[in-house]
């Protein structure tokens, strides 16, 4: 439709060029015919000049019918000058001349007379032709009035005057009738061409974008504006070629972002410690990495193509329910914490989702992030264990030592002995107030690596000694049997004395702590060539097998009810256990729940 | 002479020297006391006898502060008796939960003086019960 309709546009418009100007062609040709018979028929000049050479001769009529002569030379003489003739006569009836513009003429007999008085008009005579037909023409007008002739006015002129501008008319008029059309032709023709080049241009580049399959939009060559379909064109071409440099652009980006997508991102997803995982709109896993298949303890494949839901653990029946409940709005990132059974140290994963936006602005999948934060977790639980422990180790003693010292202070009647007793609990509470604060400072040494060894020979007899009674009234207090089996003759270490009897301080009090009333505490000391071993064996509630290996953690208590009613800071195996490692010697424990623990102290038999 | 008979009053405390303290403070201030060194043994004595007032610590063997008083609020004797909590926890001790689920008086954390467990005990029983001024020769 709308190439029919430009097509018949540009029909049109080169039918009303090519009309208008023959019509102006011819217009002119009839113009320039016009010009040229008027000047053959006209003979403008000539007749204008005989007009005013009649009325010149009337006017020397007058003069002769007053019979002024000088009147009637001087009328001759400005006739001669008014019409810039060669000479103006008056000739009488008998031939002679009257007057003259050459005055020595008067008098004579004109040398050609012919008397025109009986004629109504004049008489025109060529005298003299030169060889371009041009010469001197000469006119012969009767001089008179109603009742009288007076003769003959004798005027004459370069004929070239006359017949000069004559032709010149002819021949500018024949020229321009000629040119003029001509020109209008060419005019025309150039118009034209120029409309149709155009056309021509873009039909020519349209005709090659038909033929070649390969001809890129980007080849395409604006037109000299020239028209509304030139400038439709140019619009054309810069946009076809914006949208070609745009394609061209985009397809390179995508090569060049493609490449990272593919390969770098791959590798950086796939080295990350964390899981990282993706789901489609469906819910189901299109992408996970290592991490995130070994976190869940599945193989990465099986996981591909299953939903979320499947592959978290099912250990705590709450874990499915909570990101059910948490991914029903899918908009909203979430956190959900999948514990794989009830207790922390099995392990506990957070697992964080947010929606990932495609390109219309709606959530079509997930991005899902797995951290494994067991520790974390051990460590927070850990430390909260501690802040309650420490409140209460400096709340309890403090609270006994001011209780007693207000007694001491209100009560005048209590007795001395219930007085000394007060006073011993004071010196105690504080004991263990200070040692609580060594131990944590301890920890701190330990924590900034500071803790270091003041190492002296030490004979190691008398320390069992000084530590088993420092701990037996305790023990005697709980009425536990305390009973102590060390080989005849022990060695001397090169030993921090102060730590190692803080360590076996540990392990003595602990097990007086944790053994019952009327229980069991053994010590037993052991040598050999290349080491010196100390157990400490006790009937007290024993450790679970899952909780042995954690007893040496900092702060770490345990969750049997049995021990938790004795207060502790978690503190003490954490610091003997380094203390004997500083010593190249270790720590180990054995037990069995409900039966009691073995703790094994090891140092190294000085070195000869 | 008008009142003849002392507020008896049931401490639950498992640190001998504590309790002695406190027994003693609070014989002074002319108080009936009884001392139980376990949970176990608090609740038996709450099943046993009336009393005026509990004092208990949060931490004893076999059965803590927390549980005594629920088992004293669900028992049917002393199930209203006002109770003193003692505790030597810091803030994991939800005081405003005692107050609310177990109707406590009061939550006194450790260091405290046997003084001020002494008005706090006062604070909580009927004015007409409390004998300050005891009466010599009724044991």
């Known amino acids: ?608 | 002479m008008t009142e003849s008979r002392r507020s008896k009053v049931l401490i639950a405390e498992d640190n001998p020297v504590m309790a002695d303290v406190l027994r003693r403070a609070l014989q002074h201030a002319g108080f009936d006391v009884q001392i139980a060194n376990t949970g176990l043994k608090a609740v038996e004595a709450c099943i046993t006898y009336d009393f005026d007032a509990v004092v208990t610590d949060y931490h004893m063997p076999e059965m803590n502060g927390i549980e005594f008083v629920e088992a004293l609020r669900n028992g049917d004797r002393n199930s209203t008796t006002p109770v003193i909590f003692v505790s030597g926890k810091g803030l994991e001790l939800d005081s405003e939960m005692l107050r609310r689920e177990f109707g406590v008086r009061a939550v006194m954390f450790k260091p405290f003086s046997p003084q001020e467990l002494i008005r706090s005990l006062r604070n909580c029983l009927p004015h007409g019960t409390v004998s300050v001024h005891t009466s010599p020769g009724i044991t």
């Open chain 1, 1 to 608: 439709m709308n190439s029919r309709a430009s097509s018949l546009k540009l029909t049109r418009r080169l039918l009303s060029t090519y009309l208008l100007f023959g019509l102006l062609s011819i217009v002119a040709v009839a113009v320039g015919m016009a010009a040229l018979i008027d000047a053959a028929s006209g003979n403008s000049a000539q007749q204008s000049l005989l007009a005013r050479l009649k009325s010149a001769a009337s006017e020397i009529t007058t003069q002769l019918e007053s019979g002024d002569e000088d009147g009637i030379q001087n009328a001759v003489t400005a006739t001669a000058e008014a019409n810039d003739l060669l000479f103006c006569a008056v000739i009488d009836g008998d031939g002679v001349i009257r007057a003259h513009t050459t005055k020595g003429f008067i008098g004579y007999n004109s040398p050609v007379s012919f008397s025109v008085a009986q004629f109504p008009g004049m008489i025109e005579r060529i005298s003299y032709l030169h060889e371009d037909g041009t010469g001197p023409r000469e006119y012969w007008i009767p001089l008179r009035n109603e009742r009288h002739s007076f003769g003959t006015l004798q005027v004459s002129l370069p004929a070239q005057r006359l017949s000069s501008g004559l032709t010149n008319l002819l021949r500018q008029n024949a020229g321009l009738a000629l040119a003029f059309p001509l020109l209008l032709l060419l005019a025309g023709g150039n118009r034209l061409r120029r409309v149709v080049s155009t056309s021509t241009v873009i039909g020519q580049q349209l005709a090659r974008l038909a033929e070649d399959d390969s001809f890129s939009l980007e080849r395409l060559r604006p037109v000299e504006e020239k028209g509304r379909e030139s400038v439709g064109w140019n619009r054309l071409v810069s946009r076809a070629s914006q949208f070609e440099s745009f394609t061209s652009l985009e397809s390179r980006l995508s090569e060049v972002l493609g490449g990272f997508r593919g390969e770098r991102f791959e590798q950086i997803l796939q080295a990350l410690t964390d899981g990282v995982a993706v789901t489609d709109e469906s819910g189901q896993v299109t992408f996970a990495n290592e991490a995130f298949a070994r976190l869940l303890e599945r193989p990465l494949p099986e996981i591909m193509g299953e939903p979320v839901e499947t592959i978290i653990p099912q250990g705590m029946p709450g874990n499915v329910a909570v990101l059910k409940e948490q991914t029903a709005e899918p908009s909203r990132p979430g956190v959900v914490e999948l514990w794989k059974s009830d207790d922390v140290a099995d392990g506990l994963l957070r697992l964080g989702h947010s929606p990932l936006l495609s390109n219309d602005g709606q959530v079509r999948s997930q991005l899902w992030s797995l951290r494994d934060i067991t520790q974390q977790k051990l460590i927070e639980h850990t430390r909260d264990q501690f802040v309650d422990t420490a409140t209460h180790e400096l709340r309890t003693p403090l609270s006994t030592i001011k209780a007693c010292a207000e007694a001491l202070e209100l009560y005048d009647d209590i007795d001395v002995e219930t007085q000394k007793h007060y006073l011993n609990t004071i010196n105690n509470e504080s004991t263990r107030l200070g040692r609580f604060v060594d131990e944590f400072l301890n920890i701190s040494r330990m924590e900034a690596g500071s803790l270091t060894l003041n190492r002296h020979s030490t004979q190691f007899e008398r320390l069992l000694n000084e530590v088993v009674n420092k701990s037996r009234p305790a023990m005697e207090l709980k009425q536990i049997e305390f009973s102590i089996v060390v080989p005849p003759k022990l060695p001397e270490l090169n030993i921090d004395k102060d730590k190692i009897a803080a360590a076996m301080m540990n392990i003595l009090g602990n097990a007086e702590k944790y053994t019952p009333i009327g229980g069991e505490v053994k010590l037993l000391a052991e040598l050999n060539d290349r080491e010196v071993r100390v157990h400490v064996e006790d009937t007290g509630p024993g450790i679970s097998q899952e909780e042995l290996p954690r007893i040496f953690n900092k702060f770490f208590r345990s969750e049997d009810q049995r021990i938790r009613e004795i207060t502790g800071t978690g503190l003490g195996l954490s610091f003997a256990q380094e203390v004997l490692r500083l010593h190249g010697g270790n720590l180990t424990a054995t037990s069995e729940l409900n039966h009691g623990s073995r703790f094994t102290m090891t140092l190294p038999a000085r070195e000869e």
